[in-house]
Structure formats: structure tokens, C-alpha cells
């Protein structure tokens, strides 16, 4: 199987992965430890598509501020007597949104730090709203367990990643 180059040093890696011991560009297995190149290859592999994932997943959190904006506004067009209130709902969701977009970005780079911002976010903003009216408490209540438990996953892989890149540094 053609192993893709998902990591800069693979074609030509010197060291080994586990125990930084030096090894030749053809050696498979560590001469020191006999982790073999290819599985570690593998699990490089495998973090990058999780922490693909954990990117659509932030990116589709951001969206979903959009969309439920925008639904907010079609719905509650009666409720939301005044222009200030229509472009406080506006505002924010544009806002959740644009940082979504943004932390999709910054994800790429610090995945962890960017899944941290984004459940704190979803966290504080449920939060307060449960302060101003505590009937919203329970509205969409599996929506808010999905968001959080799809949060703690790229947040788990995000830590996965960090120290995969500790490990190897
Ligand atoms: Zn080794």
C-alpha cells in the first residue's frame, strides 16, 4: 500500500518515532526498539483524519450558529419587535460564525486550544442563557449534549495530537 507523505519527514525519516533512535531512509523496524516505521506512519495518518474531523465538526458548530440565527429571526419576527433586537440576533450569530471560521483556521495549527475556545464558547453562551430565561434550559437539550460530547471528541483528539507532537519533538 502507497503510504501518502502526511507528514514532512516521512520519504527520508532519520529517527525513530517511539525511541529517536537514528535509522537509515530503508530501514522498516527500529534497529533499537523495532517499532515499525510504517505502523507509525499509520498513526500519523489516522490523526490527521480525526483532526480533519475535529475541524468539520467546529466549522459545522459555527454554521449552526448561522443557521439558528437566521431560523431565530424567520420564527420570532413577531417577538423580536424592534430593528435592534433583529440585528443583536444578526450581530451575534455573524460573529459566532466569523469565530467559528476563524478557530477552523486556528485548528489546523493548535487544534487543541481552538476545541477548548470553541466548548467554552458554546458553554458560556448556553450558560447566560440559561440565566436570562431559565426555560431555555432544556429546549434542544440533545443538540446541546451532541455539540458538547462532538466538542469533547476534538478536544480529546486535539490533546492526542499535541502530544503525539511533544513526543516527537
Ligand atoms: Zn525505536
Given at each position: 500500500?502507497?503510504?501518502?507523505?502526511?507528514?514532512d519527514d516521512t520519504p527520508t525519516a532519520t529517527t525513530c518515532n517511539q525511541c529517536k533512535t537514528a535509522m537509515a531512509a530503508r530501514e522498516?523496524?527500529?534497529?533499537?526498539?523495532?517499532?515499525?516505521r510504517e505502523?507509525?506512519?499509520q498513526v500519523?495518518?489516522?490523526?490527521?483524519?480525526?483532526?480533519?474531523?475535529?475541524?468539520?465538526?467546529?466549522?459545522?458548530?459555527?454554521?449552526?450558529?448561522?443557521?439558528?440565527?437566521?431560523?431565530?429571526?424567520?420564527?420570532?419576527?413577531?417577538?423580536?419587535?424592534t430593528d435592534e433586537q433583529r440585528n443583536l440576533v444578526l450581530?451575534?450569530?455573524?460573529?459566532?460564525?466569523a469565530i467559528h471560521l476563524g478557530l477552523y483556521v486556528w485548528a489546523k495549527t493548535a487544534p487543541l486550544a481552538a476545541a477548548v475556545v470553541s466548548l467554552l464558547l458554546?458553554?458560556?453562551?448556553h450558560t447566560a442563557n440559561a440565566a436570562l430565561d431559565p426555560s431555555t434550559i432544556y429546549k434542544g437539550i440533545v443538540i446541546?449534549?451532541?455539540f458538547v460530547l462532538v466538542l469533547a471528541k476534538a478536544i480529546q483528539a486535539g490533546y492526542e495530537i499535541h502530544r503525539m507532537r511533544n513526543q516527537r519533538a
Open positions: 500500500m502507497a503510504l501518502p507523505s502526511l507528514i522498516r523496524f527500529c534497529p533499537s526498539c523495532g517499532a515499525d505502523v507509525e506512519w500519523a495518518g489516522l490523526e490527521m483524519t480525526r483532526l480533519a474531523s475535529a475541524r468539520k465538526w467546529i466549522l459545522g458548530i459555527g454554521v449552526w450558529y448561522l443557521i439558528s440565527g437566521a431560523i431565530m429571526l424567520l420564527v420570532l419576527r413577531k417577538q423580536l419587535g450581530v451575534t450569530s455573524g460573529g459566532l460564525f458554546f458553554v458560556t453562551l446541546k449534549v451532541l
